[in-house]
């Protein structure tokens, strides 16, 4: 990204960008890598970036790095329940670490990623009218490694990437219901034809051959709509 750009200016091409990329992944993980990859390309200074979406009671439902160190570091954050990321997101205001080793916010958190190289940090929320849906941040391997500019950018771009990443989440969550309606749907048409194929074979009525396969599914330990797809495909029971 042009350093020399106008902070508007730079906000609306990234954004743009960044809608680009969000609306063209079809899974809410490939959303959240895509940001991630992204915001470290886009702030100058940055070793690597990460997003992570959460629940309410703040369990991470999906995340992304761009780097094994801020897998590492968030790891920490979300193993030890404490760090600049999941205060973001509780809080729901921006977080600046100016320099790990200094900043006693987080003392273990801080220790944990002593050894990594990363010093400081923005985190900001990915806000919503509902909430917050989780946090999105860049590390630097320096102390005080981000201007007054690039922590405005953050801000300003993480409100439309959490409506982008929300209508993502909503997208997904419609695919995941309707490919279950699919499967029930499928599978009560497989029990229905089995149960006909039962009623002609032994003579009995529609209940009586339901009745039947369901005894023979727990005999075997099968799953009912397994043994009717075998009784279709020519199987006994």
């Not at 921006?94 to 010093?119: F, K, Q």
């Not at 923005?122 to 849906?133: F, N, V």
């Not at 989780?134 to 950018?153: C, E, H, M």
């Amino acid at each position: 990204m042009d350093a020399n750009l106008p902070l508007a200016d730079e906000l609306a091409a990234l954004t743009a960008r960044i809608a680009d990329l969000l609306l063209t992944h079809e899974t809410v993980d490939e959303a959240v890598s895509a940001l991630a990859q992204s915001l470290k390309e886009a702030i100058p200074g940055t070793l690597g970036a990460g997003v992570s979406l959460m629940d309410t009671r703040g369990r991470r439902t999906s995340t992304a790095s761009t780097d094994p160190a801020i897998v590492q570091a968030d790891q920490f954050q979300y193993d030890l329940r404490q760090g600049p990321c999941l205060t973001a997101w509780a809080q729901r205001t921006t977080v600046v670490v100016e320099d790990s080793r200094t900043d006693n916010r987080w003392p273990a958190w801080s220790r944990a990623i002593a050894d990594l190289p990363l010093r400081s940090v923005i985190s900001s929320p990915l806000s919503t009218p509902d909430g917050a849906i989780g946090a999105l941040k860049v590390y630097s391997p320096l102390p005080n490694g981000f201007d007054p500019r690039a922590i405005r950018l953050i801000e300003l771009l993480a409100r439309p990437a959490a409506l982008m990443l929300a209508n993502t989440q909503a997208r997904d969550a419609a695919q995941r219901l309707s490919d279950g309606l699919v499967s029930i749907l499928t599978a009560r048409d497989a029990v229905g034809t089995a149960s006909g194929i039962v009623m002609e074979r032994n003579h009995v009525n529609r209940d009586q051959a339901l009745a039947t396969l369901i005894s023979a599914s727990r005999q075997r330990n099968e799953p009912l709509h397994q043994l009717a797809r075998d009784i279709i495909a020519g199987g006994e029971l």
